[in-house]
């Protein structure tokens, strides 16, 4: 029988910090990669889903 909280992550299981951190970290990558491109992108907010397309497409 397992004890483990079934509303927390296991060892294996990124917490939602965590989880944020890297959302931040890949946010912050495709915005760097854009202007790199010469696409307009803001400096903070939302990235359109175009810009995230061509990234995914991209790597």
């Not at 970290?25 to 889903?49: C, M, S, Y």
């Amino acid at each position: 029988m397992s004890t483990r909280d079934p509303g927390r992550p296991g060892p294996d299981e990124p917490d939602e910090a965590e989880s944020e951190q890297r959302g931040h970290e890949r946010t912050a990558a495709i915005r760097a990669w854009a202007k790199q491109q010469g696409l307009a992108v803001t400096d903070d907010g939302p990235l359109p889903a175009a810009i995230v397309a061509m990234y995914e497409a991209a790597h």
